[in-house]
């Protein structure tokens, strides 16, 4: 039976099938090896995630094994900042750290065997995110969500991570590495762009084949079309 | 539980997760509503399709219901012409007719409420196959796939189709309709560009509606974010 990954976590994952998506490139990748299986939920934060637990992860696993890993990414919408407009998404740092933990003892106990790979919120782009909400540039405006709060719960999660002996992604920080990250890995200085999605997805792959999950590793669907030999096909079947 | 939907086919299907691929933008689009379940095996025919079927479709659906729909896209593989250079992958008419009657039946079998969508093979642009295998334009050479065989072999699906009652999708004809198919719609007289994707993505979008598969007739799972309210977030998840 194929491993799966399950991608748990809010619009980032939720859109991550859309053309250049991280999830999409993992799914490609692994093609032949395992099975990837998208539990997005866009505007969620962990408090409400974990709320909907059980029932998001109906028919994620397969009927036999436990995933070989989730990854939970959430913390954006957490993020938010408590006096702006988008304050109902708000959970306060402390709380969002026990979300986490309650998340991952979900899993823990549900799937002993499945991998956690936590990843923290990515950088926010405050003036694209004034642009998005309000439509306008506009100087007397205050963006809903910060780049220094979204810091703060990246440390968080990482804390959490450390806490709990889960890999974790720190893509607040790997984000901010790359040239132009304001607008070249962020379409709307919250969500990810191609080169955006690019950034994460070598960092999920690099965190898998940390817990040996890769390519290298994982034996592949059926032959391959170079193992079926031209003058004997049916050889490869077994025939 | 969410429905399901499974890809099978050949590396038309494989690849449909590459960035632009059918089979990503079908995951995108429903994304809070199914589950989509790749089973692409690069180079294979419908003689080593049925060979392989059973191990291929393990734990392709879930642990309760049939998948809602499963597309069987093969035929490029085996139009391939029987006197050229990819001759083994090469499949008689009949044979290849007789192997979709078979596949059909083991879904029946398996998944007696799962839709089977057939799907045709794609047209061929030969002198792009000639510099796709032979790395040159050289007038001696003859391609290892026409345009006019990929024909034969999408009638003879329709054929198979409309015997067994079953939805056909013609992209063969189809996406000859569109300006510049040959190299818009195909990237190397075979496979797919994006354009080509979003093509054969449109025509299995109105295939899955008129079977009632269609975003607007599946519930989404869990709260949409636009359901959840501001000033009473937790009402939305019954508390």
């Known amino acids: 039976m194929r491993p799966r990954l399950v991608l748990f976590g809010d619009s980032i994952t939720e859109q991550s099938f859309a053309s250049g998506g991280w999830g999409a490139a ?6 032949r090896q395992a099975d990837v299986v998208l539990r997005g939920l866009s505007g969620y934060n962990t408090r409400w995630a974990l709320k909907v637990l059980p029932r998001a992860m109906e028919g994620a696993a397969g009927a036999g094994a436990d995933p070989a890993a989730v990854t939970v990414f959430f913390g954006a919408n957490d993020a938010t900042l408590p006096d702006q407009v988008q304050a109902h998404q708000h959970v306060p740092l402390q709380e969002y750290q026990s979300n986490l933990r309650a998340i991952s003892a979900y899993f823990k106990e549900r799937w002993p065997s499945t991998a956690i790979i936590l990843i923290t919120p990515p950088p926010i782009y405050e003036p694209a995110r004034i642009r998005d909400v309000y439509g306008e540039d506009d100087p007397s405006r205050q963006p809903e969500r910060s780049n220094e709060a979204a810091g703060a719960y990246a440390q968080a999660c990482i804390a959490v991570a450390t806490e709990l002996n889960h890999p974790v992604i720190d893509i607040w920080t790997k ?35 940390s817990i040996g999950f890769s390519q290298e590793r994982l034996p592949s669907d059926l032959p391959l079309f170079h193992e079926i030999h031209p003058k004997d096909p049916m050889k490869a079947f077994g025939a």
């Open 26 to 31: 993992l799914t490609d990748r692994f093609a």
């Open 175 to 209: 984000m901010q590495e790359f040239p132009d990250w304001q607008t070249s890995a962020l379409s709307d200085g919250l969500h990810f762009t191609p080169a955006g999605n690019k950034i994460l997805f070598d960092e999920v792959v690099k965190t898998l084949e």
